[in-house]
Each structure stands twice: as C-alpha cells, then as structure tokens.
C-alpha cells in the first residue's frame, strides 16, 4: 500500500488590534489508486442486439402471456391451499355473484341486467339506462360485464372503459338538470386544445435532406394536406364563416391563437352537445389531443342535435382509424422512418383506436331522438 501523505494548514486569523479569531484547519489527503477488478467471465460475447420482425415479436409476447397465466394458476392454486384452511369459501369480491348477463327494455330503455340485477352507477346506485336508439351501445355494456370473472374486476376502470364512459353521460345530463357545472368545466377544458391542436402543429418546411414519402410529400405537405381536409369539412358542415389556422408553423416554436370570434363560435357549438355527444367529444379529445379532430369524428357519428342528416347515407365516414392516424401524423411519420419503441408506441397506437371507437359506441344511434 503507498503512503498516505497528510497536509495540515492552520492559518490564524487576527483583528487590528491583534486579537485571534476561532480557526479551523484544513487537511488534504492523497487518495487511494483505485484497483481494477479482473475480469473473470467465460464463453463468447454476447450477440449483438437485432431488430425483430414482426412475427417474432408476435411470438415472444405470445410466450409471455403463457407464462403469466402459467405464473398465475400457480399463484391461484396457492392462495387457494391458504384460504381452505381458514374458510371454506373464497372472498365475495374474488366470485363473480351473477352467472348471466343480458339487455332488456324496461320503462321505455334500455338496461343491462346481471342476472335479475340490473347495472348501477357505481357512485350514486342510479340504474344505468340506455336509450332505446342505441342498441348496440347496450349490447357492448353487456359484453364488457360478461368478459368480468369476479365482481374485484368491476371496480377497475380500465376493464370497464365503456361503463365508465355511459356513466360520465349520465352525470353530465343529472347535473345539466341542476347547474351545468360538469358541462362548463368540459368546455373550458376542451378548448384549452384549439391553441395547441395536434392537427394544426405543422413541421417546419422541408429542405433538401429531409425525408419524404413515396408520393414525395415531406411531413409537413401530408399534415397540411390532411389538416386542410378536416377543417375545411367543419367550416362548411359544422361552423360555418370562420377561419381555422394552424397553431404552429414554420419554425415558431409559441403557438399562435385562433382570430377573434373563432373560440365563441366552438364554445356556443361545444356547450349545445347533448350529454352523450359532450362525453364522446371530452374522450375523443384527451385521446387523440385534437378539438378539430373529435369535433368532426362527433359530427360525422353522433345520432344527436349534432350529427348530420346525411351521414348515415355517406359510403364513407371519417371513423376512428381516420380520427387516430390524423392525430399522430408526426409519431407515425418518426416511427415509420426510424422504427417504433416496442411496447410504447404500438400500444399507444391501440390504445387510442380503443379510446375512439367506445366514442363512436356511445354517440351513434339508429335514430335522432336520443
């Protein structure tokens, strides 16, 4: 081992009059080499990482998911031996307490039943009553509480998405019967994202070594060109006489706010939805962070005061694949280009064509009464 060399500096300050002040010594020592540890591993080095195709990929989580439910009924048969000792019967919220479900019309609507039980809200107990003209809006509500195995399972959000929604409309339309408090803080919200859209964010222009497709269009021409489409829709079916904007574009990196008069005529549009129109709209914007785009996916499904006449007519409807690629136009251009974060961006992706397609459940209809 080398020596350790120590330094010690005491320095004494005075006053004028030449008295000592408290003093403190001040030490330095040299530190100690380090010493590297061999490296005693064996065999070859380790492959070097290679991009998956997509079967592979598909395989690998296929493995997976056989392992947690293997992993699973072990864990299951386990608690299981722990419970027999002590009870005989499992945990009422581990059972599932109904063994048929089914829609059926009481009282002029449409109500799930879970045996002769019929569906509540899970905060006020209210039964969940779906109107007439949305049948399949029911059916969806009984599939989501049959795929249930144990009456734990409903009190976890993200395995009844649609109940959760239906039950959003409900309070929306019990408060617009009292103060409108929901439906006015909806609107406020909703509108914070006119100045910061996702479909009115542009690219900068291209220059000559940014990447294009194989239409030679650079980001920029594809989001304006669908950007362009989509607005041009909604101020000629939905809010006619004023002029949308992109919010960013060119290299400005603040967003720019609509003209004066644009935010009152979306508010006044915003806050005439029904209650089923105001909840889809309020999902499809936090899916999708794009008021253009959900107002016209609204539009074009909703068999409410904001639908239109003409759209179940159409051959072709702006749906949810249109509503969800419109609004991640830059992601999939990145991901396109350079490749996606596996288990990121492709869930994400799924997750909002979930989001919107329980939005078009909800507002659509086979009439215009509801």
């Known amino acids: 081992m080398q020596p350790t060399m120590r330094i010690s500096l005491r320095l004494v300050p005075r006053l004028a009059n030449g008295t000592a002040l408290p003093v403190r010594s001040l030490h330095a020592s040299a530190t100690k080499a380090a010493n590297v540890a061999p490296v005693v591993g064996t065999g070859p080095p380790p492959e070097a990482p290679v991009q998956r195709t997509l079967n592979e990929r598909v395989e690998r989580r296929r493995k997976q998911a056989e392992m947690l439910?293997?992993?699973?009924?072990?864990?299951?048969?386990?608690?299981?031996?722990?419970?027999?000792?002590?009870?005989?019967?499992?945990?009422?919220?581990?059972?599932?307490f109904w063994k048929d479900v089914r829609v059926e019309e009481v009282d002029g609507a449409l109500q799930v039943l879970l045996d002769a039980r019929p569906l509540r809200h899970p905060n006020t107990k209210e039964i969940v009553r779906v109107p007439i003209s949305k049948p399949t809006l029911a059916t969806a509500l009984a599939i989501e509480w049959d795929l249930l195995t144990s009456a734990q399972q409903a009190t976890k959000q993200h395995l009844i998405p649609l109940t959760s929604l239906v039950c959003r409309a409900t309070d929306i339309a019990a408060d617009d019967?009292?103060?409108?408090a929901i439906r006015s803080a909806i609107t406020e919200s909703v509108l914070r994202y006119l100045d910061t859209?996702?479909?009115?964010?542009?690219?900068?222009?291209?220059?000559?070594?940014?990447?294009r497709n194989d239409a030679g269009e650079s980001l920029r021409?594809?989001?304006?060109?669908?950007?362009?489409?989509?607005?041009?829709?909604?101020?000629?079916?939905?809010?006619?006489?004023?002029?949308?904007?992109?919010?960013?574009?060119g290299h400005s990196i603040f967003p720019?706010?609509?003209?004066?008069?644009?935010?009152?005529?979306v508010q006044g549009w915003v806050m005439g939805l029904s209650a089923w129109e105001i909840a889809g709209l309020e999902r499809a914007v936090l899916a999708g962070k794009s008021l253009v785009t959900a107002?016209?996916?609204?539009?074009?499904?909703?068999?409410?005061?904001?639908g239109l006449s003409d759209a179940a007519e159409r051959e072709t409807r702006f749906g949810a694949e249109e509503a969800a690629r419109a609004t991640?136009?830059?992601?999939?251009?990145?991901?396109?280009?350079?490749?996606?974060?596996?288990?990121?961006?492709?869930?994400?992706?799924?997750?909002?064509?979930?989001?919107?397609?329980?939005?078009?459940?909800?507002?659509?209809?086979?009439?215009?009464s509801s």
Do not use: Y
Not at 256 to 265: F, H, I, K, L, W
């Open 69 to 96: 439910k293997t992993a699973k009924a072990i864990r299951s048969a386990k608690d299981g031996k722990a419970s027999s000792s002590s009870s005989s019967s499992p945990s009422p919220m581990k059972r599932r």
């Open 177 to 180: 019967a009292r103060q409108g």
């Open 197 to 211: 859209d996702s479909l009115l964010c542009w690219a900068p222009p291209a220059g000559a070594l940014d990447l």
């Open 221 to 249: 021409d594809v989001q304006k060109r669908i950007a362009e489409e989509t607005v041009g829709f909604l101020t000629t079916h939905v809010w006619p006489g004023i002029t949308i904007k992109p919010v960013l574009d």
């Open 256 to 265: 720019a706010s609509q003209d004066e008069g644009v935010r009152e005529v």
């Open 295 to 306: 107002a016209r996916f609204i539009t074009e499904w909703s068999d409410g005061p904001a």
């Open 328 to 368: 991640s136009l830059e992601v999939d251009w990145q991901t396109g280009h350079w490749g996606e974060v596996e288990d990121t961006h492709d869930v994400n992706k799924e997750d909002v064509r979930r989001q919107l397609g329980s939005v078009v459940l909800l507002v659509s209809g086979t009439s215009k």
